[in-house]
């Protein structure tokens, strides 16, 4: 396992069926149009990076592209994932996104070995701030964790549909 330990969050609620955990099969792409790889800079670069994926590759498939709600989902997710690495993960190491067979993954990592903060809040009492980690589980279909020595990897899979 060379020191790595994945660890899946279920991202449904309480009364849904659970997820399984494993990872989508990859479809097959035409040459050249693999995952978009790299470090951006900052979130914004990662949400012009995911914008530009699903403008060319999955526009591409259908004619038709995501609903908006679906975009503004996946850019949001992306956004919490990356501004979450910089600020609370040691730096952002790693950043790619793909389509896969079931939707958007996203997957980032950082230089943290600590876990994402998993405390639920009350919006009445809580300050400011504390909710990505909530706003991620809530929004993807699957997410998981793999811890490896000097950081970890946040796997998020974002439905299309």
Not at 114 to 134: K, M
Not at 144 to 151: A, E, L, N
Request: glycine content about 12%; aromatic content about 4%.
């Amino acid at each position: 396992m060379n020191g790595e330990r994945e660890v899946p969050w279920d991202a449904r609620g309480p009364g849904d069926e659970p997820e399984k955990a494993a990872v989508p099969s990859r479809p097959e792409k035409p040459p050249g149009a693999g995952p978009a790889r790299g470090v951006p800079r900052n979130a914004a670069a990662a949400r012009d990076i995911v914008t530009r994926l699903l403008e060319a590759q999955f526009c591409g498939l259908s004619g038709e592209g995501p609903a908006d709600v679906v975009v503004a989902d996946a850019l949001l997710v992306t956004s919490e994932l990356v501004t979450n690495a910089v600020k609370h993960g040691g730096g952002l190491t790693g950043f790619t996104a793909e389509i896969v067979d079931g939707g958007l993954l996203v997957t980032v990592e950082d230089a943290s070995t600590q876990p994402p903060i998993t405390t639920e809040r009350d919006p009445a009492v809580a300050s400011v701030g504390g909710y990505g980690w909530l706003l991620v589980r809530r929004l993807t279909k699957r997410v998981s964790v793999t811890y490896r020595p000097g950081g970890k990897s946040i796997a998020a899979l974002i439905a299309l549909t």
